[in-house]
């Protein structure tokens, strides 16, 4: 399948990786949108939100606690940080591998852009 994150995955293209279990992996954003930006996916192929199931509850829970984890260990759990996720071209999604962004070390406005 010729899906960049899952050549990420796979370790056939290269990335910083912050974390790794047996569900997810998380790597730093290649254009970084604030100080940390941090990609969590899992490592199984899903293209959207749209594609969910009941059965990747689990696995979607897990991705949110584990951008929880990180926000922590980089330091802006209290401060404030932002979560992410893209569902197809209207909303901005480049890259059909569901992921969310964690992104913090700045201040964030609302409504985003
Ligand atoms: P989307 O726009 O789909 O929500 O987010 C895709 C993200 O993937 C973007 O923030 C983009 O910078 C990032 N990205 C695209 N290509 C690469 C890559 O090759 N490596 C890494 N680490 N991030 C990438
Ligand atoms: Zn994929």
Redesign the pocket.
């Known amino acids: 399948m010729d899906c ?2 899952c050549k ?1 995955v796979n370790n056939e ?4 990786i912050v974390y790794r279990d047996d569900l997810v992996l998380a ?7 604030a100080p940390h ?1 941090i ?1 969590i996916i899992p490592q199984k192929h899903i293209s959207t939100i749209n594609e969910l199931t009941s059965e990747d509850n689990e696995l979607i829970g897990h991705m949110v606690q584990t951008a929880k984890l990180l926000a922590k260990e980089l330091n802006v759990a209290d401060e404030g940080y932002r979560l ?3 569902c197809n071209a209207s ?7 569901v ?1 969310i ?1 964690l992104m913090g070390g700045r201040r964030f406005t609302w409504p985003p852009g």
């Not at 293209?13 to 910083?16: D, S």
């Open positions: 960049l994150f990420i293209v290269p990335a910083k790597f730093e954003d290649i254009n970084p949108q930006h990609l992410v996720m893209n909303a901005g999604q480049t890259v059909f591998h992921h962004h």
